[in-house]
T-cell receptor
Framework: DGGITQSPKYLFRKEGQNVTLSCEQN?????MYWYRQDPGQGLRLIYY???????QKGDIAEGYSVSREKKESFPLTVTSAQKNPTAFYLC???????????FGPGTRLTVT | AQSVTQLDSHVSVSEGTPVLLRCNYS??????LFWYVQHPNKGLQLLLK??????LVKGINGFEAEFKKSETSFHLTKPSAHMSDAAEYFC??????????????FGKGTHLIIQP
């Protein structure tokens, strides 16, 4: 899991509530990423950021929001607009586009 | 555009026998290729990477992969499986063209089962 931490490991929320997942890295990487993982579907990119105060939507950004105020931190908010938020969420960081990424341990979110 | 296909969703081998996980890719440019491993409820760990140097790449835990441009393949192998190898394995491609939001495309994964 390297120098990337995600908290909490498990998170439970009621439907209609926003929830924020934490991701911190001490690898001095410029780029950070959020992925969603569902059984049998691999990883799908939600948002990514190549530099502080800038971020771009990935393939499934609807119902999610992010911020990148510090190089070390890239929190993800799962909003009530996300229709199926229950999933395993993985944060990653890297040197930038086309280089390998380093992953955190993940947060399993359950919404009921 | 780039894509990656992991040919088997599940592979089952006996402990001590060879492992072969198959991956084919499609890329318009000279690709970088990676294999990651994920144990249950854990993040992904980089096993090995190919970035246009030697075509036979050695990784951690005795795994290796061979880049074959003519076959557009990057299969992962290990001579002798260990119980601790049981996990999900992902093949990942980047063609350095900027295709895709972050330049990386993940396969859907192969679940490796080790029989005692």
């Amino acid at each position: 899991d390297g120098g990337i931490t995600q908290s909490p490991k498990y998170l439970f929320r009621k439907e209609g509530q926003n929830v924020t997942l934490s991701c911190e890295q001490n690898l001095n990487h410029d780029a950070m990423y959020w992925y969603r993982q569902d059984p049998g579907q691999g990883l799908r990119l939600i948002y990514y950021s190549q530099i502080v105060n800038d971020f771009q939507k990935g393939d499934i950004a609807e119902g999610y929001s992010v911020s990148r105020e510090k190089k070390e931190s890239f929190p993800l908010t799962v909003t009530s607009a996300q229709k199926n938020p229950t999933a395993f969420y993985l944060c990653a960081s890297g040197y930038g586009q086309n280089y390998e990424q380093y992953f955190g341990p993940g947060t399993r979110l359950t919404v009921t | 555009a780039q894509s990656v296909t992991q040919l088997d969703s599940h592979v089952s081998v006996s402990e001590g026998t060879p492992v072969l996980l198959r991956c084919n890719y499609s890329s318009s440019y000279s690709p970088s290729l990676f294999w990651y491993v994920q144990h249950p409820n854990k993040g992904l760990q980089l096993l090995l990477k190919y970035t246009s140097a030697a075509t036979l790449v050695k990784g951690i835990n005795g795994f290796e992969a061979e880049f074959k441009k003519s076959e557009t393949s990057f299969h992962l192998t290990k001579p002798s499986a260990h119980m601790s190898d049981a996990a999900e394995y992902f093949c990942v491609v980047s063609d350095r063209s900027g295709g895709g939001a972050d330049g990386l495309t993940f396969g859907k994964g192969t679940h490796l089962i080790i029989q005692p």
